[in-house]
């Protein structure tokens, strides 16, 4: 791989199941850089999962967490990917945010993919989405994307397409 400034953060948006995990995970071992998911980082820093934190603390609780530990990691000195979830960009100025602190990766998948992975994947943790039909989850994605798809698309790189991979992500952090 040619040589390329590895940004401080780098973070992966877009919605529920468009492989940010995934991506970020093999992203951060090509880089050798450490790896975070903020929905994991969120359960530890709590004690308590995400699906207890939306029925104790609300939405709003969540959010309130959320934006304090996407500030905890950034800070954190050594470079890294992080895998933020699917409602981070949207709130509590945090695309801004990220923009400041490092690169910042839309994933944009069709939401029709994305139905088929949370079916295999399954959305027992993922509170906003869970006990619903393909057809109600369908209609669900895309009432939250037509919500979310400005602060998406404030990200610095945009990638489109139904099978988005490491070696496109790559190309784009080395011309951005
Ligand atoms: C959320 C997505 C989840 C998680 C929380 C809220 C959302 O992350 O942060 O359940 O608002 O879309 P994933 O995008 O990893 O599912």
Known sequence: MDSMEIPKNIYLTGMPGSGKSTLGKALADKLQIAFFDLDHYIEEQAGKDINRIFNEDGEVGFRAIERKCLVTLGEKPDSKVLATGGGTPCFHGNIDYMNQMGATIFLQVPLE????????????????????????????????????????????????????????????????
């Not at 959305?123 to 989850?137: H, I, S, V």
């Not at 790189?157 to 988005?164: K, Q, R």
């Open 113 to 176: 993919v994305i139905v088929q992975r949370l079916s295999q994947q399954g959305t027992d943790e993922r509170p906003l989405l869970r006990d619903k039909t393909a057809k109600e989850l369908l209609g669900q994605l895309h009432e939250h994307f037509a919500q979310r798809k400005s602060f998406y698309l404030q990200a610095r790189i945009h990638l489109e397409g139904s099978s988005i991979t490491l070696e496109q992500i790559i190309d784009a952090l080395k011309i951005l």
